[in-house]
């Protein structure tokens, strides 16, 4: 079965794809392809006579899922584990790089709400008169005035 007019090829209706046809049917650049080889996270593709690189269907499917990871924000080491995992479906260690990357993301998500608290009290110090003088580059100066004494007694603490 043949996929519809720009829509990606389900991986088992593929027999074999070149690298320029790959990074098509999966958005990714060549250059992400041949680095995701690199890693180890892509198997190394079978070379024809003239140096082309060839893939199967497995190779778009692991690119696919590769992708998928990508966009969730996962690092490299999170996607190997993943990948790792997967040869073994009884094995729940996948969970806990999920759970891993959760927290994770939890984390930015405080330190995010925490910038977007400092850029609104930012926002404030500029007042809104015409007569009145913006505020926020003197708030910012201040703030790297602070950081550096708080990070200088910091390290006097021995901290």
Do not use: W
Not at 7 to 33: C, K, M, N, W
Not at 91 to 118: G, N
């Amino acid at each position: 079965m043949k996929p519809l007019e720009g829509q990606a090829p389900d991986h088992t209706t593929v027999a074999a794809l070149r690298i320029g046809e790959l990074s098509r049917h999966t958005g990714l650049s060549t250059a992400s392809i041949r680095f995701y080889e690199q890693q180890g996270l892509l198997p190394p593709p079978v070379r024809l006579a003239n140096n082309y690189r060839l893939y199967g269907p497995e190779a778009l499917r692991r690119l696919q899922f590769i992708a998928q990871c990508r966009a969730l924000d996962m690092s490299l080491d999170e996607v190997r584990s993943l990948l790792a995992h997967e040869a073994a479906p009884g094995d729940h260690a996948a969970h806990k790089v999920i759970d891993e990357h959760l927290a994770h993301v939890r984390e930015r998500l405080a330190a995010l709400q925490s910038l977007e608290t400092r850029l609104l009290a930012l926002r404030a110090s500029c007042c809104a008169g015409p007569t009145d003088a913006c505020g926020v580059v003197q708030a910012i100066g201040d703030m790297g005035l602070e950081a550096a004494a708080t990070h200088r007694g910091a390290v006097h603490r021995g901290a």
